[in-house]
């Protein structure tokens, strides 16, 4: 069954903790996004990457950080640096940057405590 | 700047009648136009989408959409609505033959009444 799963699907953090969100596709796609989505903003690109081991920043990366040692897997960290964390957090792939469409996750809901 | 626009938060509708929701976009270059729709807490599907050809293009769910380029226009239409249609919906578009991003606009929440 392809598709692409992210976890947790809801996630509490302490001021002050780093946090790791997953996010694993069999898709075999080789560009992988993380977006932020903060209620009436739309999506907000934190980072993206096209290949294996290469990422870039996207419009928000301040207080994020990812990695892309398999193909499969982008996991994003959000740092004690970012200073508002509580949001929803969706992954996306897609075949290539560009004319492919984006498959999502089903989002990860993070609130900090 | 690349940017896209979609001009209602909110659009209201009866069951049975159809359904327009607006997005216009503003880049320098070739546009590819996308759809997508998200339910509550879940990700976003994709609908639709628009590379070249056809000025109507048909997608999921009884879905379609019009480009116009002297508009700059990319409208999601339905004949008829159906109450299961209510959620959020994005319009999306990068420039084509670019390596950049998709850029979404903020979403139009649709709420189909019975």
């Known amino acids: 069954d392809g598709g692409i799963t992210q976890s947790p699907k809801y996630l509490f953090r302490k001021e002050g903790q780093n946090v790791t969100l997953s996010c694993e596709q069999n898709?075999?796609?080789?560009?992988m996004y993380w977006y932020r989505q903060d209620p009436g903003q739309g999506l907000r690109l934190i980072y993206y990457?096209?290949?294996?081991?290469?990422?870039q920043k996207g419009d928000i990366a301040e207080g994020y950080s990812v990695s892309r040692e398999k193909k499969e897997s982008f996991p994003l960290t959000v740092t004690s640096a970012q200073k508002n964390p509580t949001a929803f957090y969706l992954c996306?792939?897609?075949?290539?940057?560009?004319?492919?469409?984006?498959?999502f996750g089903q989002g990860t809901r993070l609130t900090v405590v | 700047a690349q940017s896209v626009a979609q001009p209602e938060d909110q659009v209201n509708v009866a069951e049975g009648n159809p359904l327009t929701v607006k997005c216009t976009y503003s880049?320098?270059?070739?546009?590819?136009l996308f759809w997508y729709v998200q339910y509550p807490n879940r990700g976003l599907q994709f609908l639709l989408k628009?590379?070249?050809?056809?000025?109507l293009v048909k997608g999921s769910y009884g879905f379609e959409a019009e480009f116009n380029k002297s508009q700059t226009s990319f409208h999601l239409k339905k004949p008829s609505a159906l109450v299961s249609d209510s959620a959020l919906y994005f319009c999306?578009?990068?420039?084509?033959?670019?390596?950049?991003?998709?850029?979404f606009g903020k979403g139009t929440k649709l709420s189909v009444k019975p």
């Open positions: 880049v320098s270059g070739n546009p590819y």
């Open positions: 999306a578009v990068i420039v084509g033959g670019s390596q950049g991003n998709l850029i």
């Open positions: 898709l075999n796609h080789d560009a």
């Open positions: 996306a792939s897609s075949m290539g940057v560009g004319i492919a469409e984006a498959f």
């Open positions: 990457s096209q290949i294996v081991n290469d990422f």
């Open positions: 628009y590379i070249t050809g056809d000025n």
